[in-house]
């Protein structure tokens, strides 16, 4: 069943206009017709089941049941990762976004081949929440990720956690395993950084480690800084589930 996140709050047989890419995407993508049962969230943590009503090139969603509603302890995860190339990026975006993380956030480190110019910032945001709007419709979340502007390691301090990890690969780094983090203690929020393709200075790590971050290891493969970031995100989610499940 097709999700959409909505602007206007959702209240019982009050009806929510769906905006302009919504309505293309029910007219011509789905090719829905009167009547037919969608989700839609108003990122208030509420989803509610709602049917569509067609009046010629507007759309409507009349809510009438409430399906799930955000837990408030629920563990929060962030995201910090170094800027890395096009495509790759928009990828790591979009899957962080389907396996569950709340915050990404863009860190400019001293080996990021990109750097964002502060003039094109509002745009490559704008386009970035975007993307993370549609993964989350598309894994029916209740909520949108939200992507910060891009931060500097001095920062960093802004987006601590319970648990703070970055994945650092180097063989004179006294790395614990990722598992074995995350099972160290309880924790309702956890914050973790991935570097981009030339990874963490040793400045850097330094930076870190006095913010209160730990270095973990994910394993003797060498990843790219989009699947490190997947890899770390879906291990993440695994233990709090598993937890969950206890």
């Not at 319970?162 to 203690?185: P, T």
Request: aromatic share 4%.
């Amino acid at each position: 069943m097709q999700q959409y996140f909505v602007n206007d709050q959702l209240a019982l047989q009050h009806p929510v206009m769906l905006d302009e890419a919504q309505t293309h995407h029910v007219l011509h993508v789905m090719r829905m017709k009167n009547e037919p049962l969608v989700r839609v969230a108003d990122n208030s943590g509420i989803v509610m089941l709602a049917k569509i009503v067609i009046n010629g090139n507007e759309v409507t969603a009349v809510p009438f049941e409430v399906v799930t509603q955000r837990e408030s302890d629920e563990t929060e995860i962030t995201l910090i990762m170094s800027l890395i190339k096009g495509e790759r990026w928009d990828m790591a975006i979009q899957k962080a976004c389907e396996l569950g993380v709340n915050r990404i956030v863009p860190l400019q480190s001293r080996y990021s081949v990109v750097k964002l110019l502060k003039e094109k910032t509002d745009k490559k945001l704008k386009r970035w929440q975007a993307i993370a709007k549609e993964a989350c419709e598309q894994s029916k979340r209740p909520t949108i990720a939200e992507i910060t502007e891009p931060i500097t390691m001095k920062q960093l301090h802004l987006y601590q956690s319970d648990l703070n990890l970055i994945a650092y690969e180097r063989s004179d780094a006294a790395s614990s395993h990722l598992g074995k983090a995350l099972r160290s203690k309880n924790f309702r929020s956890v914050s973790v950084m991935v570097g981009c393709e030339g990874g963490f200075s040793e400045e850097e790590v330094e930076q870190a480690q006095n913010s209160g971050f730990t270095c973990i290891s994910l394993g003797s493969n060498i990843l790219r800084a989009e699947t490190a970031a997947i890899a770390l995100v879906a291990n993440i989610r695994y233990e709090l589930e598993s937890r969950e499940m206890k």
